[in-house]
T-cell receptor, first 113, second 113 residues
Framework: GDSVTQMEGPVTLSEEAFLTINCTYT??????LFWYVQYPGEGLQLLLK?????DKGSNKGFEATYRKETTSFHLEKGSVQVSDSAVYFC????????????FGRGTSLIVHP | DGGITQSPKYLFRKEGQNVTLSCEQN?????MYWYRQDPGQGLRLIYY???????QKGDIAEGYSVSREKKESFPLTVTSAQKNPTAFYLC????????????FGPGTRLLVL
């Protein structure tokens, strides 16, 4: 079946540092890929998405590129802020199947001033 | 403002008791979902509904029940058969079953007394 693997956290950074959170996937079809963010005590919200190979999703300074050849969708941000501290979930949706996302386990990001 | 509301924010269950978690949306979305979130395990799908009066089991449906009598509402009942109910429960919706982006509520934390 489909699966998503994220790097384990927590990832701890100083403010203005560069962020990478790795995400790789396995899918039988040609999925759409997502990053969701969860702030403490809240639900998830969509951060960005990409629907085909080489597409780049971007939002709030975060970027991720759909790499079909390496089955990856790594999240990056050039300069993190304390307010970026949250849990980040990578997910895929198999458009040939049920369309219900498969989520990774989440990666906690802690940004210190 | 359109969105998804969940209530209560915290819920306490006694041994042998059934409890019901509320989920309401005013986004006019057809599809609704219930997830369970445990630390370090990401999101696991409990039940989903693609249309009124129809719902399907997810990966961990045992010990849970749902109803979908109205488009706006998708309540989840945690029955006494669920032996380990302590978790954070998230409700989500999407425009329809073929739309991949999900919109999440703020969650309900269930604790056992």
């Amino acid at each position: 079946g489909d699966s998503v693997t994220q790097m384990e956290g927590p990832v701890t950074l100083s403010e203005e540092a560069f962020l990478t959170i790795n995400c790789t996937y396995t899918a039988t079809g040609y999925p759409s890929l997502f990053w969701y963010v969860q702030y403490p005590g809240e639900g998830l919200q969509l951060l960005l998405k990409a629907t085909k190979a080489d597409d780049k999703g971007s939002n709030k300074g975060f970027e991720a590129t759909y790499r079909k050849e390496t089955t990856s969708f790594h999240l990056e941000k050039g300069s993190v802020q304390v307010s970026d501290s949250a849990v980040y979930f990578c997910a895929l949706s198999d458009r040939g199947g049920s369309y219900i996302p498969t989520f990774g386990r989440g990666t906690s990001l802690i940004v210190h001033p | 403002d359109g969105g998804i509301t969940q209530s209560p924010k915290y819920l306490f269950r006694k041994e042998g008791q059934n409890v019901t978690l509320s989920c309401e949306q005013n986004l006019n979305h057809d599809a609704m979902y219930w997830y369970r979130q445990d630390p370090g395990q990401g999101l696991r799908l409990i039940y989903y509904s693609q249309i009124v009066n129809d719902f399907q089991k997810g990966d961990i449906a045992e010990g849970y029940s749902v109803s979908r009598e109205k488009k706006e509402s998708f309540p989840l009942t945690v029955t006494s058969a669920q032996k380990n109910p302590t978790a954070f429960y998230l409700c989500a919706s999407s425009m329809d079953a073929g739309r991949e982006t999900q919109y999440f509520g703020p969650g309900t934390r269930l604790l056992v007394l």
